[in-house]
Every structure is written in structure tokens, then in C-alpha cells.
């Protein structure tokens, strides 16, 4: 029996959507007799398409029963796979593929998008630079490409990839929103908010080209407009939580400090982890005269917890490790001088140590590993806190270094997208001292920018920092460094714990 007419049906009703009709034809002719293996490579590709991987994973197992040389078999459970969020497996069965089909773009890329979910950017780099040496003429890659630069602060680079790709395909409404972002970390705030509207233009529910054109309005002045964008975002996806929580900032920044804690609440409600949420219900507490609620939800004197670690074995002394470390951030490869959409000023910013080789970091890796289970098992005292009750089974880190120079200093800030974070100071100038009644240099906890606090008073915590020790801290509590002059550089290593589900 030919699949050939039943193939053809089934491919232009997947491509209109009818997926429920392209399954029945496929089911159909299989149920007939037909043995083809595209046939069973659609009605995965449809499965999953419906939301329904687990049975479109069933369906590749008998595909590579019967076809164990057909790279197409590997691709199409790999995808299966990846849906799944068994990214290792993934890798597997498309390294597979891989190996049986070389030459094949779209693998390359499906490839490429696994090694990115599991924070192996390198690796994922190059695996799209070769879908695009394969096809030229693909946007997608390019696009991909382009956000790891934005992932890795090369802004510049990410925006001549989205010119790039755009000019090979101008209606894809990704890529303006991407280009979006990369021309506002750039600082081009009107170039920014041209591309969000052309994305918007090809796609009017994109809510991230809508939030993201907020924030670019909420930047330029304008916190009316960017309020009305952030609503229209949340009313396409009332679980984005981005637009939630600028949505509440930008309420406090317009003093409706009522109706920005019924924002930061109605997004806690959803995921009352949420540290932009906490951080701005936080606020709202404080200006609305409700402090002592305020204090108990910062936790300032029981969150705030520093560690002094143990010199790893491989070691001599702790000045042996603080060299190692010093001398690996300042020759990393992404050590870049106040790179945009960051809080440093007068100071360099490296991207994420843990995603190129580690050298020494590898040992503090380990023992913010082991202070964070430590901290996980202290919250046991505190078991309604937010912090506690969001407290992540499953979680990845991030760790990137701030080299500060004369007059460097922090801005007040907050890490939204993580549950935890925390510093660890590795070289510290002689002039941060004890006895400074200034306190130059040190790490301050708990006071807002001011366009947030509204002229009111927050209490703060501000502690020395110490070569060799860490500070571990909820992720919504802002914090700042506070200027100081020193012809000596202050070298931290922070990092992030963000929740993560488990992959098979």
C-alpha cells in the first residue's frame, strides 16, 4: 500500500492546524498496512503538536525498532524527548541522529537548542553556527545565535545577527523582539521600541514584545504608557510574571502604592516565591505604614547569612585560593568594562563563570553548593516565610565576577528570576575597613532606588566585606555596594540559585 496520498493529507492538515484530522489519516493507513516510516515520524511530529509527548515518545520507540539506521527515527525522539524535558536522553538520541546525518540543518539546530536548555552554551554555539554554514539561507539559526550573544552581553553582536536574519525573513515576530532587546541594552531606546511595535505588528499577542515594550517606555518617562502595555500583556498571559512585577514598580513609581501590593499579590498568588513580587510588596508595606509586616517579609537580622568557607584541600591557604580566583576573572574571556542593562558602575562584569571552563572556580561552585543546602535546612525555622515555602527541590546556579575600580559601586538592585543569591569577596582594597565611618565599599541590604521609595524611610543592614567570606541572601532583597576610591581593585564573585525542574 502506497503512504504516499495519506502522507501528503496528513502534512497539509498539520500545517493548518487540524491535527486531530491528521491523525486519524495516519492511524488510518498505518492501521491498512502501509510501512513507511515518515508515516510514523508525522504521527509523532502530531503528537506532540497536541500536547501529548509521552504517546508520541511510544511511537518513536517503535519507529527505531523497526528503523534503527534512519536518522529521521533519532531526530523525531529527540524532539520527543526534549518536550519531555529528558534533555540528557535528548542529547543522546540526537547525537544519533547526528552521526547518522551530518549534513542535516534542522538537526543541527534541534541539537544546538537541547545543549542551550542544559547551560552548555559553547557547545550549543557552535552546534548552530553549523546549521547556518549548512543553510545560509535560515533565519533560525541566526536568531538562536543571536540570543546566546544577549544571554552573554554581547549586544552588538546579537543585533547584527537579528539584522541579519530579519533581512532573510522580515516577518518573523521573534526576531523584532529579540532585536527589541538587544537595541535597548544597547541603549537605543527608540530603535528598541521601533522593533517591538514591528513585532507587534506580525504578531499583536506577542506578550513578551508587549512587556518588553513597556519596560522600554517605563525607561523613556513614560510610566502611563508602559502600565497600559504591561495590562495588555497580562491580558494575553496573566501568568507573566515580568510584566507582573514591573506592573507593580511601575505603579509604586507612580505613588499607587495600594494598587501595586494588590499587583505584587495577585502575582504571589500564582508563584508566591516570586522575588520581584516580594521585593515590591515589600516596598508597598513600607509606604503604606504597615513596617512591621515589611521587616517580617525582608527577614534582614535571620536571611541574611554569611560564611566564612573552608579553604579547599588543593589549596595552600585562602590567599593561595583569592589569588587563583583573582587571577582567573581577570583574564576571562567575558570580562567587559560596565556592560549595559547591569547595576555596576566604574567596574567590569564577566558573564556566567560555570558555562566556560571553571579552574578554580569550580571549588567555590562546591562550597556555595553545600552553604546553600545548609541555608535550604536552616529555613526549617521560619516554615511559612515565602522564602520557605518556594524553597526549590530542584535548582541551577549561575556565579559571574564584578571587578570594581576607584568610585565603583553597585546600584540598588534585585535578582527577580532567582529565589536565592549571594556574594563571595576575593580580593578586597586596603582602604574597606572596620573603622571607616563611611563605610566605603561595604555590601548594603534593604534600601530601594529612590524612585521606588517614594522619599520614605527603609531600615538597612550594611556589613564589611571580608576576603574569603560569603554572604548568602533572599534574591528580592535589594541590595548596593557603596562607593569607595582605592587605586586597588574589589573583586566578588556573585551568584544566583534559581529554581529548576529535574531533567531525565
Known amino acids: 500500500m502506497s503512504a504516499l496520498p495519506e502522507l501528503q493529507r496528513a502534512e497539509a492538515a498539520c500545517s493548518a492546524g487540524r491535527y486531530a484530522e491528521a491523525e486519524a489519516g495516519l492511524r488510518k493507513a498505518l492501521a491498512a498496512g502501509a510501512d513507511d516510516p515518515h508515516l510514523l515520524e508525522m504521527l509523532s511530529l502530531v ?15 517503535k519507529l527505531l525498532a523497526r528503523f534503527p539506521q534512519r536518522a529521521g527515527a533519532w531526530h523525531e525522539a529527540g524532539r520527543t524527548l526534549n518536550n519531555l524535558g529528558q534533555l540528557d536522553a535528548a542529547r543522546g538520541r540526537l547525537q544519533q541522529a547526528i552521526s547518522l546525518a551530518p549534513e542535516d540543518a534542522g538537526l ?26 549548512l543553510r545560509p539561507e535560515w533565519a533560525v539559526p541566526r536568531v538562536r545565535l543571536a540570543l546566546l550573544d544577549i544571554d552573554a552581553g554581547n549586544f552588538q553582536a546579537a543585533r547584527e545577527q537579528l539584522e541579519a536574519a530579519l533581512g532573510l525573513d522580515a516577518q518573523d515576530a521573534d526576531a523584532w523582539s529579540a532585536l527589541g532587546v538587544a537595541c535597548h ?40 504608557a508602559a502600565i497600559a502595555a504591561y495590562r495588555h500583556a497580562l491580558s494575553i498571559n496573566p501568568r507573566d510574571f515580568r510584566a507582573a512585577e514591573h506592573l507593580a514598580d511601575a505603579l509604586l513609581e507612580m505613588n499607587d502604592c495600594r494598587a501595586a501590593l494588590a499587583a505584587a499579590e495577585k502575582l504571589l498568588k500564582l508563584f508566591h516565591g516570586h522575588s520581584g513580587a516580594l521585593a515590591s510588596k515589600a516596598i508597598a508595606l513600607q509606604r503604606l505604614g504597615r513596617a512591621s509586616e515589611a521587616a ?5 537580622d535571620e536571611l541574611v547569612w554569611p560564611i566564612d568557607i573552608q579553604v579547599p584541600a588543593e589549596f595552600t591557604d585562602l590567599d593561595a585560593f583569592n589569588s587563583a580566583l583573582a587571577g582567573h576573572v581577570l583574564a576571562h574571556e567575558t570580562l567587559r568594562y560596565e556592560p549595559a542593562g547591569h547595576a555596576t558602575r566604574h567596574g567590569q562584569h564577566t558573564g556566567d563563570l560555570l558555562r566556560y571552563e571553571k ?16 541555608y535550604q535546612a536552616r529555613l526549617t525555622r521560619w516554615p511559612q516565610h515565602p522564602l520557605a515555602r518556594s524553597k526549590p527541590v530542584h535548582w541551577r546556579m549561575s556565579m559571574w565576577s564584578v571587578v570594581m575600580g576607584s568610585s565603583g559601586h553597585q546600584l540598588p538592585h534585585i535578582h527577580p528570576s532567582a529565589w536565592l543569591s549571594g556574594v ?15 563605610r566605603a565599599g561595604w555590601i548594603e541590604f534593604g534600601r530601594p532606588p529612590e524612585s521606588l521609595a517614594g522619599g520614605c524611610d527603609f531600615p538597612v543592614r550594611i556589613e564589611q566585606p ?39
Open 424 to 438: 563571595y569577596y576575593a580580593r578586597l582594597p586596603a582602604e574597606i575597613r572596620k573603622d571607616d565611618a563611611d
Open 359 to 374: 579552574g578554580p572556580v569550580q571549588w567555590l561552585e562546591q562550597a556555595v553548593q553545600k552553604a546553600v543546602s545548609d
Open 108 to 133: 543541527q539546530h534541534d541539537f544546538g537548542h537541547v545543549l542551550q536548555r542544559l547551560g552548555e552554551t559553547r557547545a550549543a554555539s557552535e552546534a548552530f553556527a553549523c546549521a547556518l554554514k
Open 466 to 504: 571580608r576576603a574569603g567570606r560569603m554572604y548568602l541572601f533572599p534574591a528580592f532583597l535589594y541590595h548596593r555596594t557603596i562607593p569607595f576610591s582605592s587605586e586597588e581593585p574589589r573583586i566578588s564573585l556573585a551568584f544566583d540559585i534559581t529554581p529548576a525542574r529535574a531533567s531525565g
Open 185 to 224: 541594552r544597547l541603549g537605543c531606546n527608540e530603535e528598541a521600541q521601533a522593533a517591538y511595535r514591528q513585532a507587534l505588528a506580525h504578531n499583536p499577542r506577542h506578550g513578551q514584545a508587549l512587556g518588553n515594550l513597556g519596560i522600554v517606555l517605563h525607561d523613556a518617562g513614560e510610566p502611563e
Open 47 to 61: 503528537l506532540r503538536r497536541q500536547r501529548r509527548p509521552q504517546e508520541a515518545l511510544e511511537v518513536c520507540e
Open 296 to 300: 517580617d517579609l525582608l527577614g534582614m
